[in-house]
């Protein structure tokens, strides 16, 4: 158990904003920066019309997660994999699939809390009242936990791969979308179920992902 | 194919030189005897468990040397300090792993797998970059380990001394 502390520690330290153990390079701080940007940005290109801004708002923090959840995705693996953390690992007997768990957790906890706090900001540039922004913080919840387990297992996947950065952006997408489709979807009509579909698609990602996350790390090292 | 036919057998306080010139298959001898990397064919039977000395460090790179080294140090449950001094980094403790030197690096590596208290000591081209003094303690030290009923092999291009160290040539079992 301890082991597993030690490593989520370790993970949480290069993941979450603005550690001191990433070197003070902000760690996914840049994410929720972008976040916000985004949610500046688009009243300015939309127009300054209030109803259109608050139908809207919901599906755009939905986008502007799905791409701040992507940004950290390149440092999630491949570092750790280039330098032998991966082979140690295992010769001490901790398998790929629990560190990849660990790293699921810990990458969600980077960038979906952070997230859900900066929504709040974001719907007030947006003008979305305070019952949409309860259904899209209930969405968020139910589906961010999936998209950091298809961040990690894209991350995992593309590990051993040269282009592996550009590659991955364009795979998680589409794997993401049935998670955007509940998620965002809640704010359409029958939010309740949606909500509770987006969860279960979290659920089943979260349980898919040390697995495949594992097998694509090993299967890099045989390579 | 590398190599094919390679038999060997290490009991409590044996130790193994791999030599034999670049590019014949000695890391790859090494990686499959740590079971990171499968035989074509073959069986590999161990017990006990293993530590891995090759050229990654495993180590972050932007932490200090104690920081990175105490990760490891909670894991495998040694003293933090544990081998530091003797191996000549008790200074750079503060110093971010990304400014060490070539043979710091390989020190700092060294001082990581020693605190994994394994019995069985796999060293890939543990010599490079070290200086002279460096390739003596390594030998002082891997002597030890092996005395003390260890196991070591050491894939090196480089010669490797201490008694009772066997040699094979892996150039023999090439493809």
Known sequence: M????QILRRDLARLLPGSPRAGGRGGTLLPLLFFLAVATIYPMAVG????????????????AALLAAILPLDRLVAPDLEQGFFDQWALRGISEEAVIAIRTLAHWLSF????????????????????????????????????????????????GLRTGAA????????????????????????????I??????????????????GAAIRASREG | MLFSGVSLALEAGGALHVAGPNGIGKSSLLRILAGLARPF????????????????????????????LGFWCRIDGCAPAAHTELLGLDDLLDVPVRYLSTGQRKRAALARMIGQQSPIWLLD???????????????????????????????????????????????????
């Open chain 1, 2 to 5: 301890s082991t597993v502390w």
């Open chain 1, 48 to 63: 300054p019309d209030a109803p259109l801004l608050a139908r809207t708002g919901g599906g755009v923090i939905w986008v």
């Open chain 1, 112 to 159: 979906g809390p952070p997230l859900m706090i900066a929504a709040i900001p974001a719907s007030a540039l947006l003008g979305i009242d305070g019952a949409t922004l309860r259904i899209v913080e209930l969405g968020l919840l139910a589906g961010t936990p999936g998209l950091a387990a298809i961040g990690v297992t894209i991350a995992a996947l593309t590990a």
């Open chain 1, 167 to 194: 590659l991955s952006g364009l795979l998680l997408i589409p794997l993401a979308v049935p998670l955007l489709i509940f998620g965002a979807g809640a704010l359409a009509g029958d939010s309740g179920s949606a």
């Open chain 1, 196 to 213: 509770a579909l987006a969860g279960a698609i979290s659920l089943v990602l979260v349980a898919i992902a040390p697995f495949a996350g």
């Open chain 2, 41 to 68: 064919s073959g069986e590999l039977t161990r017990q006990g468990n293993l530590s891995l000395l090759d050229e990654r460090l495993a180590l972050d790179e932007h932490q200090p040397l104690g920081k990175a």
């Open chain 2, 125 to 175: 081209e543990p010599l490079n970059g070290l200086d002279a003094e460096g390739v003596s303690l390594l030998e002082t030290l891997t002597h030890d380990h092996c005395t003390h009923g260890g196991i070591a092999v050491i894939a090196s291009h480089q010669p490797f001394r201490f008694d009772g160290l066997e040699t094979i040539q892996l150039a023999d079992f090439a493809q």
